[in-house]
């Protein structure tokens, strides 16, 4: 059993930065893939990026590569999002999610995610 909390969201004006956080309980934190997606009102929830167990391999979403850095820090349980050069389509709940294995190969598939944080609000203004 993971547990997810993240936090670090708020309110950014466009250009701006932020670094959201999320922290995992559990002793096996190491072992799993950790993603991160992103919800905007009235919009299904969408792969932002994930960063791998085995050897912290990251990928992607086209609209944040570039501007979004994933990483991780198997010490202290916590995976990160550095967001620059925000923009106003950014704007959304980030939701952190992990999972062991990815059953069908496929790393962008909510589907693929076992655990889920409550999320957190990024809001940028333009």
């Known amino acids: 059993q993971v547990q997810l909390v993240e936090s670090g969201g708020g309110l950014v004006q466009a250009g701006g930065s932020l670094r959201l956080s999320c922290a995992a309980s559990?002793?096996?934190?190491?072992?799993?893939?950790m993603g991160w997606f992103r919800q905007a009102p009235g919009k299904e929830r969408e792969f932002v990026a994930v960063?791998?167990?085995?050897?912290?391999?990251?990928y992607y979403a086209d609209s944040v590569k570039g501007r979004f850095t994933i990483s991780r820090d198997n010490a202290r349980n916590t995976v990160y999002l550095q967001m620059n050069n925000l923009k106003p389509d950014d704007t959304a709940v980030y939701y952190c999610?992990?999972?062991?294995?990815?059953?069908?190969?496929?790393?962008?598939?909510?589907?693929?995610?076992?655990?889920w944080g409550q999320g957190t609000q990024v809001t940028v203004s333009s």
């Open positions: 559990g002793r096996t934190f190491s072992s799993y893939n």
């Open positions: 999610a992990a999972t062991t294995a990815f059953y069908s190969g496929t790393y962008s598939l909510k589907s693929e995610y076992k655990y």
């Open positions: 960063i791998t167990w085995t050897a912290g391999s990251s």
